[in-house]
């Protein structure tokens, strides 16, 4: 009866989508530009394949975003989920503009800053730079017209975190990091942040970090 069991779980285990290795800060990869996909390359399964290996891996991370280049490949493709709204209290979550957005894959996007849009401070990390958070000014509403999984024409029009999220993910298809833009005096490590910095204001952290 086992050994059936056994051989009934093979085929799903040799098929589970494993979580891929991040590439780290350091690695030429993250610095470059990424190039388009063709809309053929995109329903390619080795593209539908990359794009599911690209969830479990944001998930185990767990993140809120993965651009291809974090995973070793210069193609213009990001992954975005956030489901984390229990990181934060209720009153941190409306100061973020952080609601819950759904899976959804973006591909060769183009982003521009809205009109009139607001720039806001808030504490980011990457996961090629793990254990680490700075102060990123960022801003508060971005349009994306890009090709979803489907290799679809999409506009999104985000603002707040979601908005933020873009910003950061599509950086990496242009070889940018969040430390570029970063306030660096405000580089902290995840231990410290969660220690000092976690339920000040912004500009509490400014004005002792700066
Ligand atoms: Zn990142």
Known sequence: MNRILYLFLIPFVLFANEPLDIVLAGDPVLRIRARELLPEEILSP??????EDMKVTMRAAPGVG???PQIGKPIRL???EDIYMDWFTPEQLKERGRFHVPFHAIINPILTIEENSNQLEFFEGCLSIPHFLGVVPRAEAVRVECLNERAEPVVIQAKGWYARILQH???HLDGTLYLDRAILSTLVTEDNYKKFWKDKTIQEVKDCLQ
């Open 46 to 51: 080795e593209i539908q394949k990359l794009i």
């Open 66 to 68: 993965l651009a291809a």
């Open 78 to 80: 990001v992954v975005v």
């Open 169 to 171: 993910e599509i950086d």
